[in-house]
């Protein structure tokens, strides 16, 4: 019997709720209802058209006439008949107007709530069901800043080194202060083979660094799966895009050919997408009837959804989440936890409990915006909180390490956190820099030498450009081997196999 059973055929008017911000990969779409896409319809058609309509006329006339019915838009329609009759240059009607929309969002004070241009919604409906063009992270607007929610797998994001709350300060040389995610997602995106640097702040380091990295194409593969032994597989999800759950219904058929006994779902660094796929694959693994989510919305009214399917309660599993797993990430893993007791192992989950909306307009702009909290089995609402594992468990300390700018040389008497870093790795790799406090002594540089003959470099003592990189490379190749989170929970499914 295979371990999947096929999914029901997806009903034409099935809702797509987008469960994470802007960028890069992973948005989506629910259905307004009725009357709230009415009222919201009439609104903007009606701002849009009051403004538009009247030309300006001569004396002390107002440009706009306001009906008495929308009184409360006097003050905009009087700042735009302003502007428009008196600021020293001439205006643009269009771009007052979507400024005046955007105004709007911003007060929402939401980061997960955004007016996109044109250029910007397409792109944004790009990332959901197509490959795209960029370094391949998801950001947000956190704080007044714009921040690493997570890289996707293999992308030159990941390859670069970037992590979760990465704060992202400029985009060659351009500033991100108080910039949307939307626009930030704009300036990082570019033309495969491009290049851009990003200026990084990250957490616990004092100094920023560049982070120089080389578009490319980012293609929406979801699902990646292996045996990691001869009854165990692991299986992971990058995102939650259109055709994740069939991916995955494909993959583990295959491993299950393979012999796979248990399962290891591994969610880290996934940060959400479409929650129509969230439910269709927790369906696989919850018991039919039980609750996989609750969306609760601004009037308080809580709706259950339950599980599509009749789940798969005889294939152990186990689920893998960390500080990047948010979102529709979050839903799953409190979904098989909390209704069909799925221990998870690794670290707390990044905490993303709101549920997002689009509306396009007819000129191909649009507003994203939260319409409902979602709420665990349980009822919990686990926004800016997150999902605590069952079985903490942190990866080795080098797996945090920042990345090094491999355009920068590092030498002799340099003393910078970018040789405390290398010193770091090179230790963490076998090798004997001495010291690491950042101070790049004779013995640092004899064991950069060391490094350099044993990887056939030229052989100087400097680290730049491809020693650097080859040094980054293999830093990331023993973390992937050395990977305690994946071993702890190979260990707690090894006891769940009968």
């Known amino acids: 019997m295979k371990v999947v059973k096929a999914l029901e055929e997806e009903k034409n008017e099935q809702e797509k709720v987008e469960q994470d911000h802007a960028v890069e990969n992973k948005s ?58 008196k600021y020293y240059t001439k205006t643009d009607d269009q771009k007052l107007i979507n400024g005046a929309i955007n105004g709007m969002v911003e007060a929402l004070d939401d980061p997960y709530s955004d007016y996109m241009s044109q250029e910007e919604a397409k792109s944004f409906h790009n990332t959901i069901s197509s490959s795209f063009e960029g370094i391949g992270a998801e950001i947000q607007e956190k704080d007044g800043h714009i921040v690493i929610v997570s890289p996707i797998k293999g992308s030159p994001a990941e390859k670069a080194g970037l992590k979760p709350n990465d704060v992202v300060l400029s985009v060659d040389g351009q500033s991100l202060q108080g910039k949307s995610s939307t626009q930030a997602v704009m300036m990082i995106r570019g033309k495969k083979g491009t290049k ?7 957490p616990g380091q004092d100094n920023p660094i560049t982070v120089p990295i080389i ?9 990646y799966g292996e045996m990691v032994d001869k009854e165990i597989a692991k299986v992971q999800i990058t995102s939650f895009s259109s055709n994740t759950s069939k991916e995955l219904v494909t993959t583990l058929n295959d491993l299950q050919k393979k012999g796979m006994k248990g399962l290891v779902l591994d969610l880290r660094q996934n940060p959400g997408g479409l929650l129509d796929q969230a439910v269709s694959i927790s369906s696989m693994f919850v018991p ?82 939260t319409i409902a909290k979602w709420l665990t089995p349980d009822g919990n609402w686990i926004h800016k909180k997150g999902i605590e594992p069952d079985y903490s468990v942190a ?11 491999p355009d920068k040389a590092l030498t002799k008497s340099n003393a910078s956190t970018e040789v405390q870093t290398a010193q770091k790795m090179l230790k963490a790799l076998g090798y004997k820099p001495g010291r690491v406090d950042g101070f790049f002594d004779e013995k640092t540089k004899e064991a950069v030498i060391a490094f350099q003959k044993a990887n056939n ?33 190979v260990e707690v499914l090894k006891g769940n196999i009968k």
């Open 28 to 85: 989506s779409y629910i259905h307004l209802k009725k009357f709230h896409f009415i009222m919201l319809l009439f609104l903007i058609v009606f701002l849009s058209a009051g403004i538009t309509a009247v030309a300006l006329s001569f004396g002390g006339e107002k440009v706009v006439t306001v009906g008495n019915e929308r009184s409360e838009f006097n003050k905009l329609y009087d700042t735009f008949d302003t502007l428009k009759g």
């Open 457 to 489: 470099l030229k052989a100087d003592g400097v680290l730049k450009g491809d020693s650097t990189i080859k040094l980054m490379e293999l830093l990331r190749e023993k973390i992937e081997k050395n990977d305690t989170q994946l071993n702890k929970a």
């Open 215 to 223: 578009r490319d194409e980012i293609p929406i593969e979801t699902v």
């Open 395 to 405: 990866l080795p300390e080098y797996a945090t390490l920042s990345i090094i700018d």
């Open 196 to 202: 851009v640097e990003l200026s990084i702040k990250r």
């Open 288 to 369: 039919k009837g039980k609750v996989i989510v609750k969306e609760e919305d601004r009037d308080g009214k809580i709706t259950e959804i339950p599980s599509q399917n009749a789940g798969n309660p005889d294939l152990p599993l186990v689920v893998l989440i960390d500080k990047g797993s948010a979102s529709a990430s979050e839903i799953l893993a409190a979904a098989v936890k909390e209704s069909a007791g799925v221990p998870l192992v690794g670290e707390k989950s990044f905490g993303k409990g709101t549920v997002q909306t689009t509306t396009d307009f007819k000129d191909g702009s649009n507003i994203k915006y």
